[in-house]
């Protein structure tokens, strides 16, 4: 990523994606650095979502989807999942005025049906709270998995074909889009620019089907120091790649 002043990056307003997805990664690393709990992190990360929400729907960005809770990151101690889970209604309960205030509209993907039941609550009190507000979309992927996304929209076109409903050799690309988890982003389902903090370069199971051609940042930076000018930072590295889509120019 440039690492040139950014506050001084001029941004051509006709090239700011349109939607970015990011992962939040490095909250267990930028706990330990300072000698703290793991939850340390994850509370610091969650105040940091705050800030880059602000930050992207200024921008002008449309969609900005974030990946809290992957469906393999049940793997990982039980007092860490259940405060990771906790987060959302601390979230919520402080920040959705201020959302609708942005008039920004909270969407959730993922499997809901396994999150305690105060998550689940307070997530659908967000998404009913915001459902009025048409500016940029704030999209919390959620016990998401790129994989389980997949496998059930398989599943449902496999069921429709033998209700004899549609023919599994009619199956168009545009049906996969209307059967996974984005169906309700639309034209903007497919992220224009993913973003990973934390230094690691691997998608962990994150919108395999939709990254197809999105552009990627790779920043060193930990999820909890990702600032508002590392968001301008990445914007502008989006804003000089040339985006082929496989055609010559
Ligand atoms: C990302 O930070 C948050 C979640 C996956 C919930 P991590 O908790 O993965 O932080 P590191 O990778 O251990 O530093
Ligand atoms: C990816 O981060 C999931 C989220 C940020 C929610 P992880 O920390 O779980 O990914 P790995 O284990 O390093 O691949
Ligand atoms: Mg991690």
């Known amino acids: 990523m440039r690492s040139d002043n950014n506050t001084q990056i001029k941004l051509d307003p006709q090239r700011i994606p349109q939607h970015v997805a990011i992962i939040m990664d490095g909250n267990g690393r930028w706990a330990k650095k300072r000698l703290l709990p793991r939850i340390a992190g994850h509370k610091q990360g969650m105040d940091n979502v705050r800030t880059i929400t602000r930050a992207a729907s200024a921008l002008g960005i449309k969609v900005l989807t974030l990946y809290a809770f992957s469906t393999e990151n049940w793997k990982r101690p039980k007092d860490e999942v259940s405060y990771i889970m906790s987060l959302p209604v601390t979230f919520f309960n402080n920040f959705v005025p201020e959302l609708i205030e942005q008039n920004v509209r909270v969407m959730i993907m993922g499997d809901l049906t396994a999150l305690p039941e105060s998550t689940r609550s307070a997530c659908a009190r967000a998404i009913a709270d ?3 507000c048409d500016g ?3 999209n919390f992927a959620l ?3 790129g994989r389980d996304e997949l496998r059930r929209a398989v ?3 496999a069921q429709e074909a033998e209700d004899g409903k ?3 050799r009619d199956i168009k690309d545009t049906d996969i889009d209307a059967a996974l988890m984005t169906a309700p982003l639309g034209k903007l389902a497919d992220p224009d620019l993913l973003i990973r903090t934390s230094g690691e370069e691997r998608i962990s199971n994150f919108l ?3 990254i197809a051609y999105s552009e990627l940042v790779f920043t060193d930076r930990l999820w909890p120091d990702f600032s508002a000018d590392d968001l301008r930072s990445a914007c502008a590295d989006y ?3 040339d985006r082929r889509f496989g055609a010559v120019k």
Request: no cysteine; glycine share 4%; proline share 0%.
């Open 239 to 241: 804003a000089s790649r």
């Open 208 to 210: 395999l089907w939709q």
């Open 166 to 168: 549609r023919q599994a």
């Open 130 to 132: 915001t459902a009025h």
């Open 155 to 157: 599943q449902q076109l």
């Open 143 to 145: 016990n998401y998995g």
């Open 136 to 138: 940029m979309i704030l």
